[in-house]
């Protein structure tokens, strides 16, 4: 079984720049994996912000960007603000015989 | 937009039906996919399976609950449904309906928290 890999927590502070990375049990994660980022806050569901590994939506604030970095997905937060405290999920695409989409574990965002 | 539907509570060993409808897009678009994901504190956020209507209708899902689960269209409603059988308490969590495309999973319906209890 697939497993996706994140940092369980970060903190950083109000303007600093933070990385969060999505790793797979199966080897290096690529484009080909669709790298998806969502920003969680409690009772609300997933809001996407990056697809494709480094695509924003129309609502995805600028500092935030996504890329691949030594072997892993990365999501990178610069000027980070108050309001980005949240949990952060990447997703992963398999489809080597079986189509399969992966959530990591989550990252839980703190800024202090 | 996509509005769930479908009762918080379930019995162990009875069937989890839950429904999403879909406005501002079609259930048959043949660049979408209609997907349910769910959420718990043991099990994180959870891919369970998906439909799409690629000139015929296909179905994926996740080895975590095949053989007890179905998604189905519904044309005439304009919406897709979960059904997972044989439910027990590890069932237990946020269900989501999500679209998504070559752009991104854009559209998460609303949630519904489904409790397997007797």
């Known amino acids: 079984q697939t497993v996706v890999t994140q940092e369980p927590s970060l903190t950083v502070s109000p303007g600093g720049t933070v990385t969060l990375t999505c790793a797979s049990s199966?080897?290096?994660?690529?484009?080909?994996?669709?790298p998806n980022w969502f920003q969680q806050k409690p009772g609300h569901a997933p809001t996407p912000l990056i697809y494709?590994?480094?695509n924003k939506h129309s609502w995805t604030p600028a500092r935030f960007s996504g890329s691949l970095l030594g072997g892993k997905a990365a999501l990178t937060v610069s000027d980070v603000q108050p309001e980005d405290e949240a949990d952060y999920y990447c997703l992963l695409h398999y489809s080597d015989g079986h189509l399969d989409w992966v959530f990591g574990g989550g990252t839980k965002l703190t800024v202090l | 937009q996509l509005q769930q539907s479908g009762p918080g509570l379930v019995k162990p060993s009875q069937t989890l039906s839950l429904t999403c409808a879909i406005s501002?897009?079609?259930?048959?678009?043949?660049?979408?996919?209609w997907n349910w994901v769910r959420q718990s504190p043991s099990r994180g956020l959870e891919w369970l399976g998906r439909?799409?209507?690629?000139?015929?209708?296909?179905?994926d899902y996740s080895m975590s609950v095949k053989g007890r689960i179905a998604v189905n269209p519904d044309t005439s409603k304009n919406q897709f449904s979960l059904h997972l059988n044989s439910v027990t308490p590890e069932d237990t969590g946020v269900y989501y309906c999500?679209?998504?495309?070559?752009?991104?999973?854009?559209?998460w319906g609303q949630g519904i928290l489904v409790t397997v209890s007797s």
């Open positions: 501002g897009d079609s259930v048959s678009s043949d660049t979408a996919a």
């Open positions: 999500a679209r998504d495309s070559f752009s991104g999973w854009t559209s």
């Open positions: 494709s590994t480094s």
């Open positions: 439909t799409l209507y690629r000139s015929k209708w296909y179905y």
């Open positions: 199966t080897g290096t994660v690529t484009s080909a994996n669709y």
